[in-house]
């Protein structure tokens, strides 16, 4: 096991573009992303920060290029994150930190300090679909565009067949990426990843710069390959969990919602038919009252007419159809005694 994989396993990206054996590898991908034709490769050095830990993983590559005072941060990722850039602010700041105190600069001075100028590069060879290239901003986690820090990482789609331009610039990351779609595609046919792996190195053309590389680690390379492929089917067992999880918090609330507006719009509507119903009923009780009040009425007046005329109080009853109570009353009323 080689002694990049002391602590922890490092991604195959890592193993090829952060190899002190073959910086070569890594100068060319250097100059490809900032157009430049460096040809030393002995100009870049590697620079880690120990028991940084992201996700379980140490950060995938770092590089202090001292060229034209230039730090490069480099990540790969196989899942999209929207929220390294915030990532790299940290990592940035320790690298910062152990840059100052290699080099013995006084930070309280009264002096300008001149440090290496930072640029963050994302290599995304996810399976989602993102663009070639994308821009990610730290402000977009706080949502202002005044604050005070402003990080941005440029995240660039390295799967086989994107990014053609880069890729033709850099032979060895055009090979990293057919090797990785490779891969994937054995996996799909083979259902082994060891299978994968070695099938996929055997089908490398000769002429490709990383075969030989390859060969000689195939052990730790099908170990990194692993691990990350682990990693991902966490990531989304993780996902699929959170998402049911979800659903059902949301199914949940939904019945609740539901429940509450039913018995509000049942409310509501019961209020509104009781009103109908107590219109529809009131106005046949004050018809039927109205029509009981205008029948008294009449009776009373048929009552006082016969009053006036003196007739008997049995035949006055017997027409008016009032009581003899009723017909008592109306005469004390006019003043008329009854005997």
């Known amino acids: 096991m080689s002694q990049t994989n002391k602590k922890h396993k490092d991604r195959l990206f890592k ?51 001292m060229i034209d005072s230039t730090m490069e941060l480099w990540e790969q990722q196989s899942s999209f994150n929207p929220n390294l850039p915030v990532r790299f602010l940290v990592y940035a700041g320790q690298l910062y930190d152990k840059y100052m105190t290699e080099k013995d600069i006084y930070r309280y001075g009264r002096r300008l300090n001149k440090l290496p100028k930072p640029k963050c ?16 901003r730290l402000s977009d986690a706080f949502g202002a565009d005044d604050g005070d820090i402003e990080v941005t990482v440029r995240m660039l789609n390295i799967n086989y067949g994107r990014n053609k331009n880069l890729m033709e610039a850099c032979k060895s990351l055009e090979e990293y990426a057919w090797l990785i779609d490779r891969i994937r595609v054995n996996q799909k046919t083979m259902g082994n990843v060891d299978v994968a792996v070695d099938a ?16 000689a680690h195939k052990a730790e390379v099908k170990g990194m390959y692993l691990t990350e492929y682990d990693e991902e089917k966490e990531r989304r067992r993780m996902l699929w969990e959170g998402r049911e999880e979800g659903r059902e918090e949301g199914r ?67 027409i008016s159809r009032l009581s003899e109570e009723a017909i008592r009353a109306l005469a004390a009323n006019l003043g008329i005694s009854l005997a």
Not at 121 to 136: A, D, M, R
Request: hydrophobic share 35%.
């Open 252 to 318: 949940a609330e939904g019945l609740e919602e539901g429940r509450a507006e039913g018995r509000a719009e049942g409310r509501a509507e019961g209020r509104a038919e009781g009103r109908a119903e107590g219109r529809a009923e009131g106005r046949a009780e004050g018809r039927a009252e109205g029509r009981a009040e205008g029948r008294n009425e009449e009776k009373e007046r048929v009552a006082r007419d016969m009053l006036r005329k003196n007739l008997p109080l049995t035949l006055i009853e017997e």
């Open 15 to 65: 193993f090829i573009f952060g190899n002190e054996e073959h910086k070569e590898w890594t100068l060319s991908l250097y100059n490809a992303l900032n157009g430049s034709n460096y040809a030393d490769p002995e100009v870049i050095e590697f620079t880690t920060i120990d028991d940084v830990i992201y996700m379980g993983t140490k950060n995938d590559v770092s590089l202090l290029v």
């Open 121 to 136: 590069i994302c290599f995304y060879n996810g399976t989602g679909s993102q663009p070639e290239e994308k821009v990610l």
């Open 200 to 215: 996929a190195i055997a089908e490398m053309p000769d002429d490709f710069l990383l075969k030989r590389f390859l060969i």
